[in-house]
């Protein structure tokens, strides 16, 4: 054994005889406590020792009642632990199933868009077809009227345009625009009946229950649970985008209106015309530099100037005096002088 590992092996020993030491010491310090304990207890009273006996019984009964608690939280903590993972496991199920049902949404929507331009183009084609069809009759038609100068139309082109594949592409972007005008500018009774049509199919595609045979109900039964899930995510997801387009609206209301009202203050204008308010503007019938208040509305005003021979009359103040006409009486004979004076002069004239 050489000198260095000698050394390690005497420190280990120092070591492990303070460790013992150690123990030792703590040991005989309980047992001189419990000791400690015993001689005061034999030295106490009987209240005293009642009363340490209540106490140890109290920290046992918290000790116990800690003990039960920690049990209790820990079984609930492993409970939520374990709801969490299977409502994680039953959340990344749904993502998949809804990944899976986008996917196939959106290769159905290919297949019936290239449906839709194969269609298309078998349209254009026998419409183009059916156009030349025509012209070739008409020129076989006028070349045995009329010769051959016949055959040529007068004042008309006497060749054909080829039209590009681009417009036909032009005319595929737009079309979604086009149907979207068309169905805004449906009538009320249009719409309820294409909703009517568009029921009808939907019911054609559900089979009867009578027709399905007892070892498919199941299977048909699951079928339309995920059906009617699926329609109500995609009510819940319009929804919300309808709240989140409608407050978007209201929000840009307001910022063009706080826009208008800045312009308007910026030109010198003191009261903006808010049209995009709930109530019109008010009408300013007073300078608002006036002294004295004048407590009268609108339509008391108003009829100041309607009434021609009114007064102002303000709060406090007294109406001015009554104005009466003074009515002279004449005598019959005084009234029919005065009328055949004023025939005379008429005649006169």
């Known amino acids: ?12 020993e120092v070591e492990e005889e303070e460790v013992e030491e150690v123990e030792e010491a703590e040991a005989e ?38 003990d039960d608690y920690e049990k209790i939280r820990r079984s609930e903590r492993e409970k939520e632990e374990e709801e969490l993972k299977k409502l994680k496991e039953k959340q990344e199920q749904r993502r998949l199933a809804r990944e899976q049902e986008e996917r196939e949404a959106a290769e159905r929507k290919r297949q019936d868009e290239e449906r839709r331009k194969k269609e298309e183009e078998e349209r254009r084609a026998r419409a183009e077809e059916e156009k030349k069809r025509k012209e070739e009759e008409k020129l076989k038609k006028a070349q045995m009227m009329g010769g051959g100068f016949a055959a040529q139309p007068q004042g008309g082109r006497n060749f054909v345009i080829n039209k590009k594949e681009e417009s036909a592409g032009v005319g595929d972007r ?19 009946e294409a909703k009517t049509i568009f029921m009808q199919g939907v019911r ?63 030109n010198g204008q003191v009261s903006s015309d808010d049209t995009g308010g709930r109530h019109p503007p008010k009408v300013q019938v007073a300078s608002k530099y006036d002294r004295q208040i004048d407590r009268r509305n ?32 004449k005598l019959d004979y005084e009234i029919q002088q005065e009328l055949e004076a004023a025939e005379e002069e008429e005649e006169d004239y």
């Not at 590992?5 to 280990?12: L, P």
């Not at 109500?232 to 985008?241: F, N």
């Not at 387009?245 to 312009?263: F, H, P, W």
């Open 1 to 12: 054994m050489s000198d260095e590992e000698y050394s390690e092996y005497e420190d280990e």
């Open 29 to 66: 310090e309980e047992d001189a406590a419990e000791e400690a304990e015993e001689e005061s207890g034999e030295n106490l009273n009987e209240a005293e020792k009642a009363m340490l006996a209540a106490k140890k019984r109290h920290e046992n009964d918290e000790q116990a009642k800690l």
């Open 174 to 192: 737009f079309g979604n625009i086009v149907q979207a005008k068309q169905e805004m500018g449906m009538t009320k009774e249009q719409q309820e």
């Open 204 to 266: 054609k595609n559900i089979a009867e229950a009578s027709t399905i045979l007892p070892n498919d109900m199941k299977a048909k039964i699951k079928e339309l649970h995920q059906r009617i899930c699926k329609l109500e995510a995609q009510k819940y997801d319009l929804e919300k985008r309808h709240e989140r387009q409608e407050y978007d609206l209201k929000e840009l209301n307001e910022r063009s209106r706080q826009v208008a009202r800045a312009n308007n203050a910026k």
């Open 298 to 329: 609108f339509k008391e005003r108003r009829q100041v100037y309607e009434n021609k021979i009114a007064f102002p009359c303000f709060p406090g103040v007294p109406p001015p005096p009554a104005l009466y006409e003074k009515i002279i009486k």
